[in-house]
């Protein structure tokens, strides 16, 4: 049977490459319908703390993926200490000068790696020093602790990063020492930023954590990971994970390395937003609009929230995007952009204001299509051009000047905050008029 792991050091949050790595480690177990182990590297007692492992944890389950067994090394040191011994006894390790820390014989001979993505890697381990295995404060180190633990386990494919070349062949010579057998590996090329290098905080290295508070769906950022580096054959770039594990091949992964692209990530998201319905939507918003005081809990109505979604579902890449477009729904008083108050202060429509507001005091049908019949009926009646009158209303109502349909803004706002805008904003424009015209 197959099996994998993934193993994140509770060091700190799971960002974007860790997450990759989990993802692949997990479609291959599925995809074969093997194992997938978690493995949690908590050797460094100082550094680990129990949020980081508590946001690990989460950040896997928000991405949609499960795991059958968990292990801790921090409860492994008696197992990793009596294996080390053993090899002292064989005489293939030995003690350091103060007699605590136990280090492995490096024989001198030629490593040959069989990876699958990058096929033979040669090392000579005579550029290798002697390893510790056991350190003096009775922790194993790194890489005797992942031998042990991936033999003892059963792991037949070591599924990580390329930056753990390097670390292999110092493996390899703790394998053969302990008369383990090899698992298959895999050495996956890192995501590198959009200049080439390595992936910076600006360049997307970010948490799993700070991409669901920006208002990234758990499925775009997995259907993003598994195009880094994968793709299936008809070249598709919307694949759900159940889809991929149907289809996925370790084998298939790119040995070059791929290229972090916020903007694809974004257009990624948008796509998974304009697709959800807006019920999965609200309950995922609704979080979000209490975190800004715009709405409470136990008082909204429920039917007006999924049409204002459904309003602005195909013009958002985030949800914390439909936050800050819908923020003039939920405001008192709203902040004009500057484009939108030159437009506004262009002409002196107070008088056309005052009017138009009337009217729609009067209209009692407040729907979209009675909205836009009144209005298209008055720029008829003052003889004006609509979009003499449609900017600048736009302006007054949202503060901006683009958005969804006016007509649909206005229905939704409701006729007490949209007339009120409306009188604002005449009196916004006699008195600049007044005083500065």
């Known amino acids: 049977m197959i099996k994998t792991r993934f193993a994140p050091s509770p060091t700190g949050y799971l960002h974007i490459g860790g997450a990759r790595t989990c993802l692949f480690n997990w479609l291959f177990a599925r995809a074969n319908k093997g194992k997938f182990i978690l493995r949690i590297e908590d050797t460094d007692i100082e550094r680990s703390k129990q949020e980081f492992l508590e946001e690990i944890l989460e950040s896997i389950k928000w991405l949609g993926m499960d795991w059958d067994e968990i292990y801790f090394q921090s409860q492994r040191f008696p197992i990793y200490l009596e294996f080390a011994k053993e090899l002292v006894k064989k005489d293939l390790a030995y003690y350091s000068e103060e007699g605590k820390a136990i280090i492995l014989k490096v024989p001198p001979k030629i490593v040959d790696i069989e990876d699958i993505i990058h096929g033979r ?110 793709s299936p054959k008809d070249n598709r770039e919307i694949i759900s994970k159940e889809e991929t594990i149907k289809i996925f091949s370790i084998n298939e992964v790119n040995p070059t390395a791929a290229i972090f692209n916020m903007d694809k990530l974004r257009w990624i998201n948008g796509v998974y937003i304009r697709n959800s319905k807006p019920e999965e939507l609200a309950q995922l918003i609704l979080g979000l609009l209490q975190q800004n005081n715009y709405i409470k809990a136990d008082n909204f109505d429920r039917k007006w929230l999924l049409d204002l979604i459904q309003l602005f579902k195909e013009r958002i890449v985030t949800l914390n995007e439909f936050v800050d477009k819908a923020k003039f729904f939920f405001q008192e008083d709203i902040e004009l952009e500057p484009e939108a108050e030159e437009k506004l202060l262009e002409k002196d429509l107070s008088k056309e204001f005052k009017l138009l507001a009337q009217k729609l005091l009067e209209l009692k049908q407040f729907g979209s299509q009675e909205i836009e019949k009144l209005f298209r009926n008055f720029v008829a009646e003052l003889n004006l051009k609509s979009r003499d009158l449609i900017h600048p209303l736009r302006a007054a109502v949202t503060g901006s000047l683009i958005g969804p349909g006016l007509f649909e803004v206005i229905s939704l706002l409701g006729k007490e905050k949209v007339c009120n805008r409306i009188f604002k904003a005449a009196q916004l424009m006699e008195s600049y008029y007044r005083n500065y015209k």
């Open 121 to 230: 890697i040669r090392f000579d381990t005579s550029t290798i020093k002697d390893q510790v295995l056991i350190k003096s404060d009775q922790t194993p180190t790194y890489n005797f602790a992942c031998v042990v633990d991936d033999a003892q386990l059963g792991i037949t494919h070591v599924i990580r990063g390329d930056d753990h070349i390097s670390n292999t062949p110092k493996q390899i010579v703790i394998y053969e020492a302990l008369g383990f057998a090899l698992p298959q590996f895999v050495h996956i090329p890192l995501i590198l930023s959009s200049q080439g290098g390595r992936l910076s905080k600006r360049s997307g290295a970010t948490s799993i954590r700070e991409y669901r508070q920006m208002g990234f769906l758990p499925e775009a950022i997995v259907n993003y990971l598994i195009l880094l580096g994968w």
